[in-house]
Nanobody
Framework: QVQLMESGGGLVQPGGSLRLSCAAS????????IVWYRQAPGKEREEVSC????????YYVDSVKGRFLLSRDAVENTVYLDMNKLEFDDTGVYTC??????????????????????WGRGTRVTVSS
């Protein structure tokens, strides 16, 4: 059974840090792209970042550049999103999605839900003082 499991969300003060994980079981993340989306209350889903697992190439939305960093672990079959200098606008539910046998990230293009093979359930990040 294939599963994508996000973890690492929580409540953090502005300026703080969190590490999100997207762990896959039942499939390999190799030769896939893994996209992190977030949805803030009352807002549309937004692509935050993306990594092409084999090549390691990454994409970040402008609002998180210099603050968020993607990494991957082939042994753990996991993608990590290190989020630093968190801001109020980073609040939302962060969900990872995988598109297998693909190497190009959406890079801000609005891909439909069905463009991805699997979705996680999301992890909530709240930035509040």
């Amino acid at each position: 059974q294939v599963q994508l499991m996000e973890s690492g969300g929580g409540l953090v003060q502005p300026g703080g840090s969190l590490r999100l994980s997207c762990a896959a079981s039942g499939l390999t993340l190799d030769y896939s792209i893994i996209v992190w989306y977030r949805q803030a209350p009352g807002k549309e889903r937004e692509e935050v970042s993306c990594i092409s697992f084999r090549a390691g190439t990454t994409y970040y939305v402008d609002s998180v550049k210099g603050r968020f960093l993607l990494s991957r672990d082939a042994v753990e079959n996991t993608v990590y999103l290190d989020m630093n200098k968190l801001e109020f606008d980073d609040t939302g539910v962060y969900t990872c999605a995988i598109r297998r046998l693909y190497s190009e990230c959406p890079r801000g293009e609005n891909w439909p839900t069905y463009a991805f093979d699997f979705w996680g359930r999301g992890t909530r990040v709240t930035v509040s003082s």
